[in-house]
């Protein structure tokens, strides 16, 4: 059993909706990542965050430490938000990644 | 402009032969990283490594060798004993354990 749970494991979208993608972690965490992999492959982190809420231009990200629970919200989505959004849970033993969200803006 | 540089970015392997993927990185980072990366499957850590000339072995290592002779590069190698070597490979740097991790953009490797 995965560590790190995703939901949903894909979802499709019109350009504009308010996107919210869960996490759920089963252990106790130092840090929980957020990251983005781009059709190529390529990925890059969005956020690190072990309490509260962060937030960057249209991306949000909260933790429920209590509930082990993690959200990645995306306003105003775009087609270019178009790609695989992946939890990571951060231990003393390094990262644990979930298996990513496919997520496609259509216009 | 800092970075990690993986290459090739597509590889192919007969059966039997070991191949060797390259990652370089120029971000003065201390921990460098190797994950396997299947279809509908997470990240999984082949191996890392926290400080020069010292690795570990992560959840996958069987298979696989890697070395640490400079703080800059930390190739691994695709033994023979790899039975599914088939995967996307993702090198990673951090300044230490629970850092974010720059990412290079992968090798692909396949088998003839």
């Known amino acids: 059993k995965n560590e790190v749970e995703q939901s949903p494991q894909n979802l499709t979208a019109q350009e504009g909706e308010f996107i919210t993608i869960n996490c759920s972690y089963s252990?106790?965490?130092?840090?929980l990542h957020w990251l983005q992999q781009h059709p190529g492959g390529g990925i890059v982190s969005l956020f690190m965050?072990?309490?509260g809420k962060k937030k960057h231009g249209r991306l949000i990200a909260t933790i429920n430490i209590q509930e082990k629970h993690s959200s990645l919200h995306i306003t105003a989505s775009h087609p270019r938000d178009s790609a695989v959004y992946i939890c990571?849970?951060?231990?003393?033993?390094?990262?644990?990644f979930g298996k990513g969200t496919h997520l496609i803006i259509q216009p | 402009d800092g970075g990690i540089t993986q290459s090739p970015k597509y590889l192919f392997r007969k059966e039997g032969q070991n191949v060797t993927l390259s990652c370089e990185q120029n971000?003065?980072?201390?921990?460098m990283y190797w994950y396997r990366q299947d279809p509908g499957q997470g990240l999984r850590l082949i191996y890392y490594?926290?400080?020069?000339?010292?690795?570990q072995k992560g959840d996958i290592a069987e298979g696989y060798s890697v070395s640490r002779e400079k703080k800059e590069s930390f190739p691994l190698t695709v033994t023979s004993a790899q039975k599914n070597p088939t995967a996307f490979y993702l090198c990673?740097?951090?300044?230490?354990?629970?850092?974010?991790?720059?990412f290079g953009d992968g090798t692909r490797l396949s088998i003839l």
């Open positions: 990673a740097s951090g300044t230490g354990v629970n850092q974010p991790q720059h």
């Open positions: 971000l003065n980072h201390d921990a």
């Open positions: 252990v106790g965490i130092s840090a």
């Open positions: 490594s926290q400080i020069v000339n010292d690795f």
């Open positions: 990571a849970r951060g231990g003393a033993d390094g990262l644990t």
């Open positions: 965050l072990s309490s």
